[in-house]
């Protein structure tokens, strides 16, 4: 960090940075009964808003996990399926958050649809998908995807950039691409997130946003509530 004091310069002082959402609201009475039919209507929207260039990669998604003690950690992946089971994620399981999950598969997950100034924020249980289920979305994914899945031990401290990419290399040579067919490495796979409660943010002028949540019965009904800005 330098001595040089942000607040002179109001392009990169937070306290300056303003933005007036001037969005359509959301209103409890257009809300459809399962909060996945709701997420599948925005994550359209997002979808097109990507199209045309607005948004980024509109399903990613940050996923934050806890260890045994307690203490979060949150990285950005992104959300491979979805439908009224939940939302599925693909990683190695010896990756931070998936020894995390391991002991704890409380997790949250946040969509920051910023440019269309909309938020998803979910809070459930993850539960790791079958190995079918997990070989079949492994043989979609590119020849160079299924490699790194491999040459990666994610997490883990390595001695250089140099030691990962030969790694890949060695997996090139031994696996060619449309000759050898690349097999799921049994240290990686998926986890569905079944939610608990799903909440559906959308700005509005004056910081006085729209926050409706979902909240999951015993029953397999869903709740809704507003919740203040």
Do not use: C
């Not at 599948?40 to 509109?58: C, Q």
């Amino acid at each position: 960090m330098t001595d040089r004091d942000p607040s002179l310069d109001p392009l990169v002082d937070p306290a300056a940075m303003r933005k007036q959402y001037r969005a359509a609201g959301l209103d409890e009475k257009d809300l459809p009964a399962h909060p996945m039919d709701q997420f599948a209507g925005w994550f359209e929207d997002a979808a097109r808003a990507a199209l045309h260039g607005t948004l980024y990669e509109p399903n990613a998604m940050v996923v934050s996990t806890a260890d045994v003690h307690g203490r979060p950690s949150s990285r950005t992946v992104l959300m491979k399926q979805y439908d009224t089971d939940g939302f599925v994620f693909y990683t190695n399981y010896d990756s931070r958050k998936g020894r995390e999950l391991a002991h704890n598969p409380h997790v949250s997950l946040l969509f920051p649809w910023h440019p269309i100034a909309r938020q998803v924020i979910v809070t459930g249980v993850a539960r790791r998908t079958s190995r079918e289920e997990t070989a079949a979305y492994f043989r979609t994914r590119p020849h160079g995807s299924r490699l790194g899945a491999w040459a990666s031990a994610q997490s883990s401290v390595i001695a250089s950039r140099d030691d990962l990419d030969a790694a890949y290399a060695e997996l090139g040579a031994r696996y060619p691409e449309g000759e050898e067919e690349v097999p799921v490495p049994p240290h990686w796979g998926g986890f569905r997130v079944a939610p608990e409660s799903v909440e559906f943010w959308q700005g509005r002028e004056n910081r006085l946003h729209d926050r409706l949540r979902y909240v999951s019965r015993p029953d397999g009904s869903w709740r809704t509530e507003r919740l203040s800005p």
